[in-house]
């Protein structure tokens, strides 16, 4: 696998298998690894703001999770990528967790939504170990406190931690424990109340339509409007330019 260039940003290359079967030998190997799920707003942020955009290059794993991302790399480039949904991802990786032995851990939401995610692991992956799971507080921790969860998750001896603390603050604090967490550390944003039931998410048809977002939309007007429109807006206007470009400039890519 490697990572492909998609306008200011990289984005990591290969398939939905190769990436589960890679975040899978990096947990047996306990490999403290970022992996950064990426759709449109998340990629908005990376050039917008520079100090997350060095986060975003500097992450292990970048995945495409927004269509748009995938379809603009076979736009642009003629890069042919699948889109690896953090929905998907985090059940199959659980299953993948649960048969090899890695021990998993999750780090965000709320103790509610913990919970079911918690008792619905014990009854669809009865053999899956639960290093633990911690819902942190929304202020910013101490130093103290945030040593004490770097010692808690080592010392579970979980390969893998599933976190959702949403964007960008997800990513920020995935950076900022890199080499500090003997973990692959997954940023997997709405997949904790997705998967627990708390949340619903779009109909099948409406997922392979690329019509996800406006299903979210529908339930979250407020919250999503700007990400959605405006963003997405300013995401097609940079492809757009970028494809003007190619093409008055062929050699310089």
């Not at 990436?19 to 050039?47: C, D, W």
């Not at 080499?179 to 109909?203: E, L, N, W």
């Amino acid at each position: 696998m490697y990572k492909a260039k998609l306008l200011h940003a990289n984005i990591s290359s290969g398939t939905f298998v190769d990436f589960v079967q890679q975040m899978i030998q990096l947990g047996k190997s306990r490999t403290s690894t970022s992996v950064f799920v990426a759709n449109v707003h998340m990629f908005i942020e990376s050039k917008q703001d520079y100090q997350f955009g060095l986060f975003f290059n500097n992450a292990d794993i970048v995945l495409p999770d927004g269509k748009p991302l995938c379809a603009a790399l076979n736009f642009l480039y003629g890069i042919k990528q699948e889109r690896v949904a953090g929905m998907d991802l985090m059940p199959i990786l659980l299953d993948e967790a649960s048969k090899s032995g890695v021990i998993v851990y999750f780090y965000g939401s709320t103790d509610d939504v913990l919970q079911k995610i918690r008792e619905k692991c014990v009854l669809v992956y009865p053999s899956l170990k639960i290093g633990g799971m911690y819902s942190p507080p929304f202020r910013k921790l101490t130093a103290d406190e945030d040593q004490k969860i770097i010692n808690d998750i080592n010392a579970s001896g979980a390969g893998i931690v599933f976190v959702a603390l949403g964007c960008p603050k997800q990513e920020k604090w995935m950076s900022a424990m890199k080499g500090r967490i003997s973990s692959v550390m997954i940023g997997v944003g709405g997949a904790f109340p997705v998967f627990a039931g708390a949340q619903k998410r779009a109909p099948k048809w409406m997922q392979d339509a690329s019509l996800e977002w406006l299903y979210r939309l529908i339930q979250e007007p407020r919250r999503l409007f700007k990400r959605y429109f405006v963003t997405n807006s300013l995401f097609i206007f940079m492809v757009l330019r970028e494809k003007l470009r190619l093409s008055w400039f062929p050699s310089h890519t």
